[in-house]
């Protein structure tokens, strides 16, 4: 069968880019009803804690000793703590990303930055912003996007699917749900008239029909009325000359 073979396969895997192969597997075969949901989801389990083991046991290529990486070290950016940061995350957070049951695992913060992840998944199928775009919009800090998704990872609710490129900056991680429970949460949820969900007003334009009332402006203009015509009158008659 089909899941033995994966599952022979994710045993034998020893790179995250072979474990990123067989997820697309794992997706093409529920897309054609050849794995089940049970089979499905523990394999996804599975692909999960084996890229934990690959990265753990990656050894890096050309990397000075002492650094972690080629690039230069990313300044530390300090969580946001504005006015405007701390409405945004609490107005995300009480939009219900989340099951309260889940819900109850993750802090405030953290399911604003659920809640942008739930909204580019709902849109798109996938989410595939990166680390900083998902704070800035969720008005939080990269470490709590990150713990966010590795909480939400290690409870099997999404999958995190890494684009690594030899010698270049990696491209954002794709991340999908894969929790029946958020993916059932999230169709019973009306989506806002506006697209986004993100916690924002939307305003329904008005026409622009003048509607002030007719009256006199402060400059002693008559507003409201309608307007003669500069040249002939309203029936297309030319007005004539005074002799």
Same mark, same amino acid.
């Given at each position: 069968?089909?899941?033995?073979?994966?599952?022979?396969?994710?045993?034998?895997?020893? !790179?995250?880019?072979?474990?990123?192969?067989?997820?697309?597997?794992?997706?093409?075969?529920?897309?054609?009803?050849?794995?089940?949901?049970?089979?499905?989801?523990?394999?996804?389990?599975?692909?999960?804690?084996?890229?934990?083991?690959?990265?753990?046991?990656?050894?890096?290529?050309?990397?000075?000793?002492?650094?972690?990486?080629?690039?230069?070290?990313?300044?530390?950016?300090? !969580?946001?703590?504005?006015? %405007?940061?701390?409405?945004?995350?609490?107005?995300?957070?009480?939009?219900?990303?989340?099951?309260?049951?889940?819900? $109850?695992?993750?802090?405030?913060?953290?399911? $604003?930055?659920?809640?942008?992840?739930?909204?580019?998944?709902?849109?798109?199928?996938?989410?595939? %912003?990166?680390?900083?775009?998902?704070?800035?919009?969720?008005?939080?800090?990269?470490?709590?996007?990150?713990?966010?998704?590795?909480?939400?990872?290690?409870?099997?609710?999404?999958?995190?699917?890494?684009?690594?490129?030899?010698?270049? %900056?990696?491209?954002?991680?794709?991340?999908?749900?894969? !929790?029946?429970?958020?993916? $059932?949460?999230?169709?019973?949820?009306?989506?806002?008239?506006?697209? !986004?969900?993100?916690?924002?007003?939307?305003?329904?334009?008005?026409?622009?029909?003048? %509607?002030?009332?007719?009256?006199?402006?402060?400059?002693?203009?008559?507003?409201?009325?309608?307007?003669?015509?500069?040249?002939?009158?309203?029936?297309?008659?030319?007005?004539?000359?005074?002799?």
């Amino acid at each position: 069968m089909l899941a033995d073979q994966i599952s022979t396969a994710i045993d034998g895997a020893k !790179s995250v880019a072979a474990l990123d192969h067989l997820a697309k597997l794992v997706w093409q075969g529920i897309g054609a009803d050849a794995l089940g949901d049970d089979e499905a989801h523990g394999l996804l389990a599975r692909l999960q804690e084996r890229r934990g083991q690959a990265r753990a046991d990656r050894q890096p290529v050309g990397i000075p000793p002492g650094r972690p990486s080629i690039f230069p070290p990313r300044r530390p950016q300090p !969580s946001p703590r504005t006015a %405007k940061c701390l409405a945004r995350r609490r107005q995300l957070a009480a939009s219900g990303p989340l099951p309260p049951q889940l819900a $109850a695992l993750f802090t405030c913060a953290e399911l $604003a930055a659920l809640m942008i992840v739930r909204d580019e998944v709902r849109a798109r199928g996938s989410c595939s %912003k990166s680390i900083a775009e998902i704070a800035a919009r969720a008005g939080v800090g990269r470490t709590t996007v990150q713990n966010a998704l590795r909480l939400a990872a290690r409870l099997c609710l999404v999958i995190v699917q890494e684009r690594r490129r030899d010698g270049q %900056k990696n491209l954002p991680n794709v991340i999908r749900i894969v !929790s029946r429970e958020w993916l $059932a949460w999230n169709a019973t949820r009306s989506r806002p008239k506006g697209g !986004s969900s993100t916690g924002f007003n939307f305003m329904n334009p008005t026409g622009n029909e003048d %509607k002030r009332k007719e009256g006199f402006s402060r400059f002693g203009v008559r507003v409201g009325a309608p307007a003669e015509p500069a040249f002939g009158r309203r029936d297309g008659q030319q007005r004539r000359k005074a002799p």
